[in-house]
């Protein structure tokens, strides 16, 4: 048993924070959290005073197999492929330490090589690794050359092959979703959109209507929500349209429109569906595409005004949105774009947890839930800049960062 005292205490619902608070920890579980929290003599004692107490923090769109470049505007060579491979061959234990550095305990992979990283994913969740729990999607569904087959991934067969599936046919999208589900996936995500984020003049070929309809109804059936993956208005109102569970990105270069329907906003509202904004990709952008950060705080706040839930995602993996630290700057641009701190943080707690169906383990410090938590200095529920002061990261009961003293923590 592991007791934490004297925190101050934001249990990720959006509520208010809890001065002087206790947070009791049974093997992978929080048994109590608040003011009046008992536990036995015998516990394990960790004072935290002077700390905010917070949920481990959920980036709902990753790519763990991109690259980890801070520069935006670095351009990609083989000789950069080398330090990628080094890493793979460790298990990815850089991606791996960057994530938990940063708070982050469990990530969505948004597309990855398929099988691999439910090979990642199942070794970690072993504890043969320590890293992030990871809720995968598996390879990516889009057209025949469209994005990304056809346009980041196009010089790479390998990545093609393993990380996207290309279709045309309905009973061929709905096999391939039954058998991605038999693999184990935990999601199906879909691009419709035709961007193409290297030649905007040209779009690339984009999922027919019917063929999505058939992989969200298919993806349903199988028990498996569906994330999209859209570029432009019309697209996500058809996206949204077609059942899909969230919306990513909404927004990118080269739409025919920056404005966000008011058709979309309440379709979204009333059915349910997230937005997964990705506003750190579109920071990253901003010296090629300028409008593109601009256009897309513009709607989150009017998403986020009419109730739309709004869930965290980064798109890790891309230039300049490092995995781990991108989470904090989304978190700054969420409130730059009108969101209280509380409101951020439960982006990447509650909302996020109810994004990946893990509502009833994650996104919230109550009893009966997960053990991931961590400890920051500051207050992040009145400064969101404080999330990056990370002193402690505790993941299924079990601490994995420990800056309150001197000591080891190597990851295996």
Request: proline share 6%; charged share 20%; with cysteine.
């Amino acid at each position: 048993m592991l007791v934490l005292t004297n925190a101050r205490l934001v249990d990720g619902t959006g509520g208010s924070p809890v001065d002087d608070a206790t947070i009791v920890l049974d093997g992978s579980r929080v048994i109590a959290a608040g003011s009046d929290a008992n536990y036995p003599s015998d516990a394990q004692v960790l004072d935290v005073r002077g700390l905010t107490v917070l949920p481990g923090l959920i980036d709902v769109h990753v790519h763990f197999g991109g690259f980890v470049v801070e520069d935006p505007d670095w351009q990609f060579t083989y000789w950069s492929t080398l330090p990628f491979f080094l890493d793979y061959t460790r298990g990815f234990r850089k991606r791996r330490a960057l994530a938990l550095e940063n708070g982050v305990t469990t990530v969505r992979s948004a597309g990855d090589n398929h099988p691999q990283i439910l090979r990642l994913r199942d070794r970690i969740n072993a504890g043969k690794l320590v890293g992030p729990r990871i809720v995968a999607a598996g390879p990516i569904f889009t057209a025949p050359g469209g994005h990304p087959a056809g346009t980041i991934y196009k010089a790479n067969r390998y990545v093609v092959e393993h990380a996207t599936r290309q279709l045309d046919d309905v009973d061929a999208a709905r096999a391939e979703v039954q058998s991605l589900a038999l693999d184990g996936v935990d999601h199906i995500k879909a691009v419709y959109g035709d961007a193409n984020p290297f030649d905007l003049e040209h779009p690339v070929p984009m999922l027919e209507q019917h063929l999505l309809q058939a992989l969200v109804d298919e993806a349903h059936h199988q028990g498996l929500p569906v994330m999209v993956h859209v570029g432009k208005p019309e697209d996500a109102i058809e996206a949204v349209a077609a059942g899909a569970d969230s919306i990513e990105h909404g927004v990118l270069p080269g739409a025919s429109s920056a404005q966000c329907p008011a058709e979309l906003i309440v379709a979204m509202r009333n059915r349910g569906t997230f937005f997964v904004p990705t506003l750190t990709a579109a920071w990253a952008m901003k010296r090629v595409y300028p409008d593109a950060l601009s256009h897309a705080m513009r709607w989150v706040a009017e998403m986020h005004e009419a109730g739309v839930g709004i869930a965290l995602g980064t798109d890790a993996g891309a230039p300049g949105v490092v995995i781990g630290k991108a989470v904090h700057r989304e978190l700054e641009l969420l409130v730059e774009s009108g969101l209280s701190p509380p409101e951020a943080i439960a982006t990447g707690t509650t909302n996020a947890a109810c994004v990946i169906k893990r509502a009833d383990d994650l996104g919230a410090i109550e009893p009966g839930k997960l053990a991931d938590l961590i400890a920051v200095a500051g207050d992040p529920s009145t400064d969101i800049a404080a999330s990056r002061e990370i002193q402690l990261v505790i993941k299924d009961g079990t601490i994995v960062l420990h800056r309150l003293r001197r000591e080891s923590n190597r990851l295996r």
